[in-house]
Structures are given as C-alpha cells and as structure tokens.
C-alpha cells in the first residue's frame, strides 16, 4: 500500500516540476519578448535579489562558472529549492524548529547577498544597474 501511495506521489511531484518549469519558461519567454526581462526592474527600477540568475544559468550552461557565479553567487541554489519545495514538501526535516531555522538562515543569506552585490555592485554595474525607463522612475522624475 506505501509503495502505492509513493509512486502517487512521485507522479503528483513530477507534475508539479513541470507545471512550474512550464511557468518559469512561459513567464521568462512573455518577459523577453516583451523586453520586459524582470517585472520588479521594470516597475521600479532597482533590481530584485534574484537579479542575474537567468544569466548565472546562462553561463552555467555555457561551462563558464566564473561568469555564472559572477552574475549572481546563489544561482546553484535555484534546483536544491525546487527539489525540496516539491519533493518534500518544504520541509528539510522533520524537526519543526530546525525547518523553520533553516528558511530564516537561507532568507537571511539571500538577502545578505543581496545587501552586499547592491553595496558593491549598485547602480552601475549590470545586473544591479538601476532602470531609468522603469515606472516609478518615469512617474516621479523631475
């Protein structure tokens, strides 16, 4: 019966990593033939935490990990948090505090990341260039 109950599962999970893949592409396809490229960029202006993954993968792809880790340091961490968001459920164990612990920590390293690359990096250099077309930027400028 358990082992019923787990390819159940394994297929219900596999149809959610695709159904998301299938967002993400779709989603990424609309905002690159919009020009759009981030919503968060675009409507704001500054870029997001995640900002430089698409082009971390792209580099990735291409065998160039300096350049990946370049446009932005965690994009290795993008699978792992699919695995464990869709296969288990996101729980990296069954210890309540420790799962909790272990999302405060890796919120807290994305965005210590994040507080870094904008220290270093902002507003001139891409990825963490700032969006002078964006809308807030066009409502408010002088």
């Given at each position: ?85 869709i296969?288990w ?18 919120v ?35």
């Amino acid at each position: 019966m358990e082992q019923k109950e787990a390819k159940r599962d394994f297929k219900k999970n596999i149809g959610i990593l695709l159904g998301v893949c299938s967002i993400i592409a779709f989603g990424t396809f609309i905002f690159y033939v919009s020009d759009i490229r981030c919503l968060f960029k675009y409507t704001i202006g500054l870029p997001c935490p995640g900002c430089g993954l698409t082009r971390a993968w792209l580099s990735f792809f291409r065998m160039d990990l300096k350049e990946a880790l370049g446009w932005h340091p965690l994009f290795w961490l993008v699978p792992i948090l699919l695995i464990i968001g869709i296969f288990w459920n996101g729980r990296v164990c069954k210890n309540n505090t420790i799962n909790r612990w272990f999302w405060i920590v890796l919120v807290g390293v994305i965005f210590g990341v994040y507080s870094i690359r904008m220290a270093t990096l902002f507003p001139y250099k891409e990825p963490m260039d700032y969006n002078k077309q964006s809308i807030l930027y066009q409502w408010t400028k002088p």
